[in-house]
């Protein structure tokens, strides 16, 4: 029975950005704990860090507002609002086309930028595929 070959290289997409944007989250929840909510924060951030709901990101407002709720009641560390910030983004907005006219920028933070207090950047586009109108 031959083995199934490993892939040899993976694309870098903004989900693998967005996964990276809760993971800092999820880091800094855990480091900082002790506030009081803080595992049901944690329980909902490793929900929405699973690839499912990284691949349907109609799953993530409804748990990133839990999270944030979460926080936010309980008095988190400055540093996990911040982070919370970082990954909330208006799907129903759009703010034109890229550059190349093949896609519509929903958010980006327009390059790379520094996360402050920390010495990890974040890059995030996202966007959509405008929807083609099909004609009789």
Not at 12 to 19: C, G
Not at 59 to 85: V, W
Request: hydrophobic share 35%; proline share 4%; net charge negative.
């Amino acid at each position: 029975m031959p083995f199934t070959e490993e892939p040899g290289g993976y694309e870098k997409t903004i989900l693998s950005d967005l996964q990276g944007a809760w993971c800092l989250l999820r880091d800094s929840v855990a480091d900082t704990g002790g506030f009081e909510g803080w595992d049901r924060a944690l329980f909902h951030i490793d929900e929405a860090m699973s690839w499912e709901t990284v691949r349907n990101l109609k799953r993530m407002p409804p748990l990133l507002l839990i999270i944030r709720n979460i926080c936010t009641q309980s008095n988190a560390p400055k540093e996990i609002i911040e982070r919370i910030q970082n990954i909330e983004i208006d799907l129903t907005k759009e703010f034109g086309g890229s550059k190349s006219g093949k896609t519509i920028t929903i958010a980006s933070t327009r390059g790379n930028q520094k996360i402050e207090g920390t010495n990890a950047i974040i890059g995030l586009n996202v966007y959509k595929y405008p929807e083609t109108v099909m004609t009789a």
